[in-house]
């Protein structure tokens, strides 16, 4: 034995200490990551079903998929998606890491308002108010935000497994990805597809999504 | 006795994969750690020390797979160390705020900063100017006790004497509602 001869303060933490060495089980490898897409997966699951029961997909999806629009709404929603999944994994441990990386999300929101901007200018004068307002920007946000609060359930109850130090950052951060994963899902739904539009509504959808998760994060992430 | 980290790895390696004597040792380790980094933030307070340093066993116990092994152990334990204080400052509420005041003052904005220092000095004005001078020196402006005994030409002990005294009054008055 080593130095287990410690200060003869508090005796009560040095029984402590031999209760809790006396139930040690092997912790799996990865364990964080299965911790956090158990929440993900069933809150996942029940947003795709909502989608394809409730919404119902686009009609003309199978032509849809054949222009580009589709694929880099889809492209931009993923990656923020992915992005704010990586922080709630990183956010998820007590070590301080930084998170400057997160810069990275301008990246596709720079790169969608570039083509958006592009659009807008290319359309007639008349034709504008329609790319960015579509016909469906009422609902989108809110369909959005309804599709996201599966996977944040899910999320949040994962991360309760976990030890996160920064709850309102962590929450923003579930909020982020559960966001950005419905509207990934939103997508199959929605036929809405111009740059403007997406960047305007599915954003305001994925961000009632992560001001949600900031607000729940104290109170739900204590531990 | 200071463990070192590689060797807190190897402990921590080892209890990950089940082995409980490896888990004792690192706990036991961490347990003299855990009172030191506690004790130098919340002095004097023998009980809460213990609570929080239990408190930091337990999740360290419960939590380890939220620890990646590419990373130092003790700057996971410290990350829940610090989140266990910060929880402990929050529920302490308005009483905690003299003694942990330096780290509020780094915390927090600007403004918040100017107005805790503005209440600050009206507190320290209702002390007799010994204790104030000595509360000023050590915990404001960051002073050891040592040099706040040199600049006010006392002894070290007759510092520490006011600046406890003085907390103590202050904290009453405070909780008073002064």
């Known amino acids: 034995m080593t130095d287990l ?27 964080l990551a299965r911790r956090l897409a158990a929440g993900l997966g069933p809150g996942l699951l029940t947003s795709v079903l909502l989608v394809l029961l409730v919404l119902g997909p686009r009609a003309d999806l199978g032509a849809a998929v054949l222009h580009a629009s589709f694929w880099i709404k889809l492209a931009y929603c993923a990656s923020l998606a992915l992005l704010g999944s990586l922080a709630v994994a990183r956010l998820a441990r007590p070590d301080a890491l930084s998170l400057g990386w997160l810069a990275w999300l301008a990246l596709p929101v720079l790169l969608l308002a570039g083509l958006g901007g592009l659009q807008l200018a290319d359309a007639a004068p008349g034709q504008r108010p329609l790319l960015w307002l579509g016909s469906s920007w009422r609902v989108c946000p809110l369909l959005v935000l309804a599709l996201a609060l599966p996977v944040l359930g899910g999320l949040l109850l994962g991360l309760r497994w976990l030890a996160p130090t920064r709850l309102v950052a962590t929450g923003a951060a579930a909020g982020l990805a559960s966001g950005g994963w419905a509207a990934v899902l939103y997508g199959f739904h929605c036929p809405e597809v111009s740059a403007p539009f997406v960047l305007l509504w599915y954003s305001l959808g994925m961000a009632l999504a992560c001001g949600l998760g900031a607000a729940l994060g104290p109170g739900l992430l204590r531990w | 006795m200071r463990v070192g980290e590689q060797q807190l790895w190897q402990w921590m390696a080892a209890g990950l994969g089940g082995d409980a004597a490896a ?14 980094f506690f004790r130098k933030r919340l002095p004097g307070q023998g009980d809460d020390i213990e609570d929080l340093v239990q408190e930091v066993l337990i999740a360290v116990h419960s939590k380890r797979v939220t620890y990646d092994p590419a990373r130092p152990v003790s700057g996971w334990v410290f990350g829940i160390a610090r989140y266990k204080l910060a929880d402990h400052f929050r529920a302490k509420g308005r009483h905690v705020p003299l003694e942990g005041l330096e780290d509020i003052l780094l915390a927090e904005g600007f403004e918040g900063a100017a107005i805790a220092r503005a209440d600050v000095g009206r507190l320290l004005g209702l002390l007799p100017p010994k204790q104030a001078a000595a509360i000023r020196a050590t915990r404001l402006e960051g002073l050891s006790t040592a040099e706040a005994a040199t600049a006010q030409g006392i002894d070290a002990s007759d510092v520490k004497v006011s600046v406890h005294r003085g907390l103590k009054m202050l904290a009453a008055r405070v909780a008073g509602g002064a």
């Open chain 1, 5 to 31: 001869a410690m200060t003869n303060k508090g005796p009560g933490n040095e029984a402590l200490i031999s209760r809790l060495a006396g139930e040690v089980a092997p912790v799996a490898r990865h364990g």
């Open chain 2, 23 to 36: 888990h004792h040792h690192l706990l036991a380790a961490l347990l003299p750690m855990l009172r030191g």
